[in-house]
């Protein structure tokens, strides 16, 4: 079962209870944090959209062992808090993280799927997505690979992707992973990879 348009605006409007990962206390956020208004209204079906907040490039290599990773080193390439309406050029083969705008704070019985908007794919920039886990707070990160021929020129602000929420049957183990929060990458350091 997928949430419905009022159920995802009445949890944005008064709030679902998560727990802190800093503080461990639970306390009360909107289900997604700096929707516009014009975003609330716009809610329909299932779905509620997010918009693009910085573009990163990673740079350096990775190292995925079973005991420790390193992701690659990034550079921020463009972000809508230094640059609000900012356009950034995206070239053929470009391989590019997106970051959102909004951030998202699932409480524990929550978990959200990230699909990309259709205009995406019809552009040539299709959206590498995941599942968001119960107890995730921060925005959402994508990997991006831009498979047209032509150069795709993008808006900082312009929805890119759809989310659902689903309830869980059961109880789920609260993520508790290094992504929590605005992460993009481990930046070249090693870390353990749980």
Known sequence: MVLGADRIIDMVKRGVDVEDPLSGQVVRKPLIEHLGADQIEGIEGTTADLRLGAVYRPVGKARLMRDTRVTPEIVKLMDITETPDGVFTIRPGDYLLFQTIEQVNLPGDLFAYIRPRTTMIRSGIPLQTAFVSPNYQGRLTVGMKHQGMTEV??????????????????????????????????????????
Do not use: H
Not at 174 to 194: A, C, H, I, L, M
């Open 153 to 194: 020129e993008i808006q900082m602000g312009f929805r890119i992707l759809c989310i659902a929420f689903f309830p869980i049957e059961g109880r789920a183990v609260p993520y508790r992973g290094v992504w929590q929060g605005d992460r993009v990458s481990t930046n070249g350091k090693e870390e353990r990879p749980f």
